[in-house]
């Protein structure tokens, strides 16, 4: 696709319930990233996967949070057990190859609101 | 560890003034800075980035940002803004092996006519 896509958009879910929001990066970026941005605060970062690499799983908040990417292809970020505390925005970028000085290109987010 | 931090939550401007959005930093080795804007119901896309060289960059819309090493700062400016400039800007720094970023937590520009 032209750009990257994020879906749901909107995902409004029960405390308790799992999640699972799916993005899909610009073909050919190898590099995929998951942040969030809770509202009224900037993006943190959640998690890195760059090619066949171990990913960097540093900035998950918790151990309900996970994510998966198959190759270079779609990631999927999983909420368990969710929490109101877990209600924001999650945005996925992708880049071209990872490099410090690349520009990342992002979706539009999924907003998700726990109840 | 690298931080940044917006000093501005919300600048409320007229259309054609002039406007600085204030960003500093602090890290233990160089980085790379960037200033991102969210446009109201779209993502973030980039407006410019600071990898080295002359320390004045240049972006979009008209947009310049200032490199300053000794004060860890990089505030963006606009000399004249539009009421299309109406966003969210972040500053980020990446300083890992990788582009991982590190952002702040944006700063609302309303530009009013």
């Known amino acids: 696709g032209a750009g990257v896509s994020q879906s749901p958009s909107n995902k409004v879910t029960e405390k308790g319930k799992d999640v699972e929001l799916r993005c899909d990066p610009i073909s050919g970026h190898t590099a995929l990233y998951w942040y969030r941005q809770r509202l009224g605060q900037g993006l943190e970062f959640l998690i890195y996967f760059q090619g066949n690499s171990a990913p960097d799983k540093s900035g998950l908040p918790s151990d309900r949070f996970s994510a998966e990417r198959t190759g270079e292809s779609v990631s999927t970020l999983t909420i368990q057990r969710t929490q109101q505390e877990d209600s924001a925005v999650y945005l996925c970028?992708?880049?071209?190859?990872?490099?410090?000085?690349?520009?990342?290109?992002f979706g539009s987010g999924t907003q998700l609101s726990v109840l | 560890a690298q931080s940044v931090t917006q000093l501005d939550s919300q600048v409320p401007v007229f259309e054609e003034a002039p406007v600085e959005l204030r960003c500093n930093y602090s890290s233990s080795v160089s980085v790379y800075l960037f200033w991102y804007v969210q446009y109201p119901n779209q993502g973030l896309q980039l407006l410019l980035k600071?990898?080295?060289?002359?320390?004045l960059v240049k972006g979009i819309n008209g947009f310049e940002a200032e490199f300053n090493k000794s004060q860890t700062s990089f505030h963006l400016r606009k000399p004249s803004v539009h009421i299309s400039d109406t966003a969210e800007y972040f500053c980020a720094v990446s300083a890992g092996g990788y582009n991982k970023l590190i952002f702040g937590a944006g700063t609302r520009l309303a530009v009013h006519p």
């Open positions: 600071y990898l080295s060289g002359s320390t």
């Open positions: 970028a992708s880049s071209l190859a990872g490099g410090r000085n690349e520009k990342l290109f």
